[in-house]
């Protein structure tokens, strides 16, 4: 009888502590087993189940690797980046998918659905913000074209409205498959145009992201999600009607590179992009 009492009273504290646990895990809160006052709750997110609590510079520990990567690609020192977002953090618990507290036009803090896009997208404006922070040193690309694929891999899955074949498809269309050498030296492989001619990047890095997020927000974001779609803005022609349709040209060597590049759609982590 009495082992039988021990189970409920344990069951029953079981069930005391998982109602306890807030059905929002997104807040980043739970209540330890001791008391958390009002004061250090805000300053606390939890990582696992393991009561194991994690401030923002634990946090950003554990994505050294994608902070350093993020911040070299947008081309701010990555010790700066951490100092400036433990300093964005301290008086409000970080939320993981806005780790910079971005807000919108109305004062809200954005979603960005994932913390390296919430990061990059808060690079973007740091850096435009502090441009006397910023490194634009020019590097031109003289690497493999296996290793832009990866990045255009790793970027589709930050910006996941994009679809990565016709991403890595329309580049290899427009690049000669990423190995035209004035395309690569100019770390642009999408074909992007300013009135001075072919826009150039620092980086191949900052090129590939810089294509990436033009295809998400220009073009996927608009509803113009499939080749045909986006062939009739990205490379247009006119019909004898005087109807506006992508180039039928086009649209074949996207559809060749698309046979070319398919089963290619990976994972790929930060770590095979460092050591690359």
């Known amino acids: 009888m009495k082992s039988i009492m021990t189970m409920k009273v344990i069951k029953n504290a079981v069930l005391t502590v998982t109602l306890l646990l807030p059905l929002e895990f997104g807040t980043g809160f739970i209540y330890n087993k001791e008391e958390v006052t009002k ?56 939320v993981t998918n806005n780790i910079g507290r971005v807000k919108d036009k109305d004062g809200n803090l954005v979603d960005y659905g994932s913390f390296e896009k919430g990061l990059i997208e808060y690079l973007l404006i740091y850096a435009k913000q502090n441009p006397k922070d910023v490194d634009n040193t020019y590097i031109p690309y ?45 770390n642009n492989v999408y074909g992007g145009m300013s009135s001075k001619g072919l826009i150039r990047h620092k980086t191949i890095e900052y090129g590939i992201l810089s294509y990436i997020r033009l295809l998400s927000n220009g073009y996927y974001g608009k509803g113009l ?52």
């Open 142 to 186: 003289e690497g493999s074209s296996e290793y832009i694929v990866k990045l255009i891999n790793y970027f589709t899955k930050i910006y996941n409205n994009v679809d990565y074949l016709t991403a890595v498809s329309i580049g290899a269309s427009e690049s000669g498959y990423y190995k035209v050498k004035y395309m690569l030296r100019a």
């Open 225 to 276: 999600d499939t080749k045909e779609k986006i062939g009739k803005v990205y490379c247009p022609t006119f019909t004898d009607s005087g109807e506006k349709i992508a180039s039928p040209h086009w649209i074949n060597l996207v559809t060749k590179a698309m046979d070319h590049y398919s089963g290619t759609n990976v994972d790929v982590s930060v770590i095979e992009l460092i050591e690359d």
């Open 39 to 94: 004061d250090t709750s805000h300053k606390v997110v939890l990582l696992d189940l393991n009561y194991e609590y994690c401030d923002t510079r634990c946090f950003l520990t554990k994505e050294k690797d994608t902070v350093e990567f993020l911040s070299k690609t947008v081309g701010v020192n990555s010790e700066k980046t951490v100092e400036n977002l433990i300093n964005i953090n301290s008086n409000d618990a970080f």
